[in-house]
């Protein structure tokens, strides 16, 4: 009887002991599922950024999206921390991993860039290269011409793209790898077009002595002879091609022969719809005149004494008339800046001081739908309250402008005392959240060499590979509709 006890204890110990295993066992099973869940159902962006990062592919990084952070699909390459510490103890730097990931099969946008004269495009910043030197050196800072000051540099675009894509293939050069050049047209998803349409028409487009024809005009006919004259161009009649054109006089003589194009411009206040449209072309913000405010100086709701401010040219035409009518409506309301100004007599920077210190920015129609001031106001935190029932804002895809902004209808912002309660009606919290908003996003805006992750130069590649993944999209919804309809 004793020895069928001692049995039974010990097949009881033994099935515990069993049973202990078997749970280690499902723990470390369940721990090994939850390190590599979900793999099949990533898009095949998240599985380039999984491969770039060697993060966990069910990291709380790539599972969970913030309010601040872009969906999956544009989520911006980022080296995880274990990534950088391993390849600071083996003696690289961070900056050498980066640009080992900047190669056309992990890149989200492949360009392929003309070769065109330097006349079109560092030439007219008086630039000369040595002996058949089509390009500046972009490693070297001091070979690199700077772009005109003033209101030239707003509309500078096409600068910074050009700037991006030629460091791309630069090892001494760290950047984002949203674009990379590649050396193939037939690899590229883009073909881009180097001319400097803005600086050619605000440096360039006045006739010089007994001239027929200006050198911005002539430059467009050659462009256009150029490009109708490539096998790229005739591939796909224009319609893979990427040409800047923000300033809104640029391209004047050229816009209609290129129109199948992709433009990057700052507005379709002067295009007609079968020219320039939503459905093909990208907005690109200004690059802001005033000084960008540190989120650390930048003052909260009761150290800004003005509630609405705007400095700028009042008497405009067309949809700008509106200025006028607010001017009188607002021009002896106490605590409104509404004055004439310009960049003369250091008007810039009394500008941004006045925004700076201002709770609302006004950003009314001009010439254009658009306006640098809208620009100046994400730089200068100032709530931006758009008054232009025709803008097109850049992102907008991505970025909800009513977390950081207000829109007002041009009618109702001149009826008498509309604006001013509707301003004063909005309290110090939802103005505070605002604030918060625009000093998250306000990177967004920024032109910079080299370009860094999210900023403006990044965004606009992104911009150009969603529009280009969306007309794809629908092109092959089109062509499977009819095989899709034969098992229905």
Same mark, same amino acid.
């Given at each position: 009887?004793?020895?069928?006890? @001692?049995?039974?204890?010990?097949?009881?110990?033994?099935?515990?002991?069993?049973?202990?295993?078997?749970?280690?066992?499902?723990?470390?099973?369940?721990?090994?599922?939850?390190?590599?869940?979900?793999?099949?159902?990533?898009?095949?962006?998240?599985?380039?950024?999984?491969?770039?990062?060697?993060?966990?592919?069910?990291?709380?990084?790539?599972?969970?999206?913030?309010?601040?952070?872009?969906? !999956?699909?544009?989520?911006?390459?980022?080296?995880?921390?274990?990534?950088?510490?391993?390849?600071?103890?083996? $003696?690289?730097?961070?900056?050498?991993?980066?640009?080992?990931?900047?190669? !056309?099969?992990?890149?989200?946008?492949?360009?392929?860039?003309?070769?065109?004269? !330097?006349?079109?495009?560092?030439?007219?910043?008086?630039?000369?290269?040595?002996?058949?030197?089509?390009?500046? /050196?972009?490693?070297?800072?001091?070979?690199?011409?700077?772009? !005109?000051?003033?209101?030239?540099?707003? =509309?500078?675009?096409?600068?910074?793209?050009?700037?991006?894509?030629?460091?791309?293939?630069?090892?001494?050069?760290?950047?984002?790898?949203?674009?990379?050049?590649?050396?193939?047209?037939?690899?590229?998803?883009?073909?881009?077009?180097?001319?400097?349409?803005?600086?050619?028409?605000?440096?360039?487009?006045?006739?010089?002595?007994? /001239?027929?024809?200006?050198?911005?005009?002539?430059?467009?006919?050659?462009?256009? @002879?150029?490009?109708?004259?490539?096998?790229?161009?005739?591939?796909?009649?224009?319609? /893979?091609?990427?040409?800047?054109?923000? =300033?809104?006089?640029?391209?004047?003589?050229?816009?209609?022969?290129?129109?199948?194009?992709?433009?990057?411009?700052?507005?379709?206040?002067?295009?007609?719809?079968?020219?320039?449209?939503?459905?093909?072309?990208?907005?690109?913000?200004?690059?802001? *005149?005033?000084?960008?405010?540190?989120?650390?100086?930048?003052?909260?709701? @009761?150290?800004?004494?003005?509630?609405?401010?705007?400095?700028?040219?009042?008497?405009?035409?067309?949809?700008?008339?509106?200025?006028?009518?607010?001017?009188?409506?607002?021009?002896?309301?106490?605590?409104?800046?509404?004055?004439?100004?310009?960049?003369?007599?250091?008007?810039?920077?009394?500008?941004?001081? $006045? *925004?700076?210190?201002?709770?609302?920015?006004?950003?009314?129609?001009?010439?254009?739908?658009?306006?640098?001031?809208?620009?100046?106001?994400?730089?200068?935190?100032?709530?931006?309250?758009?008054?232009?029932?025709?803008?097109?804002?850049?992102?907008? /895809?991505?970025?909800?402008?009513?977390?950081?902004?207000?829109?007002?209808?041009?009618?109702?912002?001149?009826?008498?005392?509309?604006?001013?309660?509707?301003?004063?009606?909005?309290?110090?919290?939802?103005?505070?959240? *605002?604030?918060?908003?625009?000093?998250?996003?306000?990177?967004?805006?920024?032109?910079?060499?080299?370009?860094?992750?999210?900023?403006?130069?990044? *965004?606009?590649?992104?911009?150009?590979?969603?529009?280009?993944?969306?007309?794809?999209?629908?092109?092959?919804?089109?062509?499977?509709?009819?095989?899709?309809?034969?098992?229905?």
């Amino acid at each position: 009887m004793s020895s069928m006890s @001692e049995k039974s204890l010990v097949l009881s110990r033994f099935l515990s002991c069993l049973i202990a295993i078997s749970v280690f066992l499902l723990f470390l099973s369940s721990f090994s599922l939850i390190e590599f869940c979900g793999s099949s159902f990533k898009s095949s962006s998240n599985l380039q950024s999984i491969l770039v990062n060697s993060e966990p592919i069910c990291s709380k990084t790539n599972l969970v999206i913030s309010e601040n952070s872009f969906p !999956p699909e544009i989520q911006i390459e980022k080296p995880s921390e274990a990534l950088v510490s391993a390849k600071k103890a083996d $003696g690289l730097g961070y900056e050498n991993e980066k640009q080992k990931m900047c190669d !056309p099969s992990r890149a989200l946008l492949r360009v392929y860039m003309y070769d065109l004269p !330097p006349e079109f495009h560092f030439g007219l910043l008086h630039w000369r290269g040595g002996e058949n030197q089509i390009w500046p /050196d972009v490693s070297n800072p001091s070979q690199i011409p700077s772009y !005109p000051g003033g209101l030239n540099l707003q =509309h500078s675009i096409e600068y910074w793209l050009t700037l991006d894509l030629l460091a791309s293939n630069n090892l001494n050069v760290v950047r984002p790898c949203s674009a990379v050049r590649v050396e193939n047209s037939s690899e590229a998803d883009i073909v881009y077009v180097p001319f400097f349409s803005s600086l050619s028409y605000n440096r360039y487009s006045k006739l010089q002595g007994k /001239d027929r024809f200006s050198l911005n005009r002539m430059l467009q006919d050659k462009l256009i @002879e150029f490009l109708k004259g490539r096998d790229e161009w005739k591939r796909f009649g224009g319609k /893979d091609h990427l040409i800047v054109a923000h =300033h809104p006089n640029s391209l004047l003589a050229a816009r209609r022969k290129l129109g199948s194009s992709r433009f990057v411009l700052a507005d379709f206040g002067r295009y007609p719809p079968s020219i320039a449209n939503p459905d093909k072309d990208i907005i690109a913000p200004y690059k802001h *005149m005033v000084r960008t405010i540190s989120a650390n100086n930048s003052l909260p709701f @009761e150290k800004r004494p003005t509630l609405a401010f705007f400095q700028g040219a009042i008497y405009r035409k067309a949809g700008g008339m509106i200025r006028q009518e607010l001017y009188y409506l607002l021009k002896n309301e106490k605590d409104v800046h509404f004055t004439f100004g310009s960049v003369r007599s250091n008007g810039i920077s009394q500008a941004g001081r $006045g *925004m700076a210190s201002s709770k609302f920015c006004l950003n009314i129609a001009g010439d254009t739908p658009s306006s640098n001031r809208l620009f100046d106001s994400v730089a200068s935190h100032c709530v931006p309250v758009i008054i232009s029932d025709e803008i097109e804002v850049p992102y907008k /895809d991505v970025l909800d402008y009513s977390e950081f902004s207000i829109f007002v209808r041009g009618s109702d912002a001149v009826k008498k005392g509309y604006l001013l309660n509707l301003l004063r009606g909005i309290k110090r919290e939802k103005w505070t959240k *605002m604030w918060e908003r625009l000093k998250e996003i306000g990177k967004h805006y920024e032109y910079q060499y080299p370009s860094q992750p999210g900023d403006a130069v990044d *965004m606009i590649w992104q911009a150009v590979s969603r529009k280009i993944s969306s007309v794809r999209l629908i092109n092959n919804h089109r062509k499977d509709r009819y095989s899709r309809s034969l098992f229905t």
